[in-house]
């Protein structure tokens, strides 16, 4: 069944690893590699929203709780709060969807700092994942880039990542450097939050809810050009890494957890036949499931 999927990542020029489970069988799966742990990018605010959710659940966190954030001190990025001038005073959960929607650092920071990267991994190993680890957020990540490539500006280390004339700075891609998981994990996650069985009716609500409104459609979405087929995933993307996790829900109510990570060869901020690939892996896993 793989050799489909390798052949899709082969004609992208990517390395590719995948899994893909029906979320009423889950014997019933598509692998390739599933097991390896890579740096998940933006994907770690999927393993961050179900830790936050959960202490909502648990009542240490209040969702309605009011938090400003200042652009002195947020993280920058492209979208969401990251990009605005003024300070910005939001709930915790209008925060959690900024996140997950538009992928919005700044967010996703101020989320993390709320939860804290102690806490989020007893929650993460009570939800029975093996290989995932969130060991800093977005902030982190640009200043451990700096270091790296030598500069003293976000936005600069990031087009050294992206110069196909330089060499990648040494461990910029290795997963003990990074917030990291395997596909096998992410799609156990996935699965977890959609059955309920990680979290309350309410929560499971608002986590399908949020998911389902991410913006970005190019990716695992455009495998399934289909107005009838849901797509609830998260995107993550940093240099050459290009990854998506997502359910997705045919029209007869057949739902599947796909996690599809992959590493191109090339670190152009722009990759389109990469995007592509990410959904036609995500349509033949889902043919060879049905």
């Known amino acids: 069944m793989s050799a ?3 052949a899709v990542f082969e004609d992208a020029g990517v390395r590719g690893w995948m899994h893909a489970v029906a979320l009423d069988s889950p014997d019933s799966t598509v692998e390739v590699d599933a097991d390896t742990v890579v740096p998940m990018a933006s994907v770690y605010k999927v393993p961050l929203l179900a830790g936050f959710c959960r202490l909502v659940d648990l009542g240490e966190v209040d969702p309605r709780r009011q938090l400003t954030l200042d652009p002195s001190t947020r993280t920058a990025g492209p979208t969401g709060l990251s990009i605005l001038a003024d300070p910005v005073t939001m709930s915790l959960r209008d925060l959690a969807v900024s996140m997950m929607t538009v992928s919005d650092n700044a967010s996703a920071d101020a989320l993390l700092d709320v939860v804290g990267l102690q806490r989020l991994a007893e929650l993460l190993e009570s939800f029975g994942l093996k290989r995932t680890w969130v060991r800093r957020g977005t ?7 700096q270091r790296r490539t030598g500069v003293d500006d976000p936005d600069a280390a990031l087009a050294v990542l992206a110069d196909n004339d330089q060499t990648d700075p040494a461990g910029v891609y290795e997963a003990a450097n990074a917030s990291a998981s395997s596909p096998r994990d992410l799609t156990t996650l996935l699965r977890g939050l959609w059955t309920g069985e990680l979290l309350s009716e309410e929560q499971t609500g608002f986590v ?3 998911m389902h409104r991410q913006l970005f459609m190019h990716r695992l979405a455009s495998g399934f050009p289909h107005d009838g087929v849901r797509v609830a995933g998260k995107t993550g993307t940093f240099g050459a890494l290009r990854h998506e996790v997502a359910v997705v829900t045919l029209p007869g109510g057949a739902a599947f957890a796909i996690a599809v990570f992959t590493l191109a060869a090339r ?12 959904g036609e892996a995500a349509r033949v896993a889902v043919d060879l499931l049905r």
């Open 139 to 145: 902030a982190g990540n640009l200043r451990d880039l």
């Open 208 to 210: 399908r809810a949020t």
């Open 4 to 6: 489909r999927i390798r």
């Open 267 to 278: 670190g152009d901020f722009r990759q389109p036949r990469v995007d592509a690939a990410i």
